[in-house]
Structure formats: structure tokens, C-alpha cells
């Protein structure tokens, strides 16, 4: 079941992207994004990632809204000199290392602030998809290792501001949010995204 849904989930994005590159006025990005982990993944790793990147790519369907997809990933990882993990009847203690990837696949869209060519455009947007993660609890010559397919809700805010012909940066703030599911908790994090908006006609 959880197959189907991510392969329902996948081809929505690649129609919806193969629809967004068909419009006239549309724009993508490259973004470095490191965020703080939240709820459940926060008790996990309570440490910022700094490792996490981003790829946006949106087709206007009038001047103000526009719809796409994005593609991101992040790493938390954290170092504990001595702690205790518990993963259903197994806890084990000692030095550990630890670390979640989060891979979320989000078809969305957002409205803008103000005209196309404004030197100032901020926006609200909204993505819906799903999200990869792996989990994994280094100790010694021993590892715990999960990983899943999560339904993720993405609320984000923005602005983009024109640096050059065709060229904005991006300033955004993303907030991701993964369904708990049989197997996993819920898993959820704050974004910064800061980037480049290539501009297409």
C-alpha cells in the first residue's frame, strides 16, 4: 500500500511538472538550506543541520500564482558522548552517532506579491507530497537502521528580490511536516532557504 501511494504521489509530481514546463513565464531555483529539527525528531537530534540543499521549479499560470515542484534534502547528525536510544523493545547505551536524511518530494504552489519585473516580490505557498527519510543509531560495531516513505505537508513564506537580469535571490522559510505512520513517528522541521531564481519567459 505504501508503494502505491508513493508511486500515486510521484506521478501527480511528474504530470504536474510536465504541465508547469509548458507555460510561458516560469522560474527555478538553487537553495542552501539548513534547519532545526521539531517534535520528535528534535528529542532525537537536537542539533541544526547545516548540510541540506533545495531545487524549486514553477511555470505562472497567471502573474501572481504559480505552480511546480520541489526536491530538497537534509542531514541532522549528532554526537552523543553517552546516551540512550530506544527503538521498540531494543535500548541500547554508549557513545553514538546519529543521523536522519530527510528527502522530501513536493508538488506545490505559491502567490505572489505585486507584477512580474518588480524589483520586490514576496510570497505564500503551499506544498503537498511525500517524504523519504532513513534513521540510523551508530554504536560501536553496532547500527539501528530504519527508514520510510512519509505523507508531508510544507507551508512557505518568501520573498524574492531582483540582483540582475533574470536573476533574484531567495530568502524563504519552509516548515516541513511528515505523518506519523505505523512505523514511524511524525517527522517535522524548520527550513531557511537562501538562493538564486533563474527567470525563463
Known amino acids: ?37 521539531t517534535g520528535a525528531l528534535n528529542d532525537y537530534i537536537g542539533e541544526m543541520s547545516w548540510g541540506g540543499v533545495g531545487f524549486d521549479y514553477r511555470g505562472f499560470t497567471t502573474p501572481n500564482f504559480a505552480y ?11 554526537h552523543q558522548p553517552y546516551g540512550t536510544y530506544t527503538e ?13 536524511n530527510t528527502f522530501p518530494m513536493l508538488i506545490a504552489a505559491d502567490y505572489f506579491t505585486g507584477e512580474r519585473g518588480d524589483d520586490t516580490r514576496y510570497f505564500g505557498g503551499l506544498g503537498i507530497g511525500t517524504m523519504y527519510a532513513t534513521k540510523s543509531t551508530q554504536m560501536g560495531v553496532y547500527e539501528l ?54 527567470q525563463g519567459r
Open 68 to 78: 511546480g515542484v520541489s526536491f530538497d534534502w537534509n542531514v541532522f547528525y549528532e
Open 1 to 37: 500500500m505504501k508503494n502505491k501511494i508513493s508511486y500515486i504521489i510521484l506521478s501527480l509530481m511528474l504530470a504536474c511538472s510536465t504541465t508547469a514546463f509548458a507555460q510561458h513565464q516560469m522560474f527555478y531555483s538553487f537553495q542552501y538550506s539548513p534547519a532545526i529539527s
Open 145 to 198: 537502521y530504519s527508514d520510510g516513505w512519509f505523507f508531508t505537508l510544507a507551508p512557505e513564506v518568501g520573498t524574492h528580490v531582483n540582483i540582475g537580469r533574470g536573476t533574484d535571490m531567495l530568502i524563504a522559510a519552509k516548515y516541513r511536516y511528515g505523518f506519523a505512520n505505523k512505523n514511524f513517528e511524525a517527522l517535522s522541521y524548520f527550513a531557511l532557504q537562501v538562493g538564486f531564481v533563474f
Open 88 to 100: 521498540n523493545t531494543l535500548t541500547i547505551s554508549g557513545e553514538q552517532y546519529r543521523y536522519v
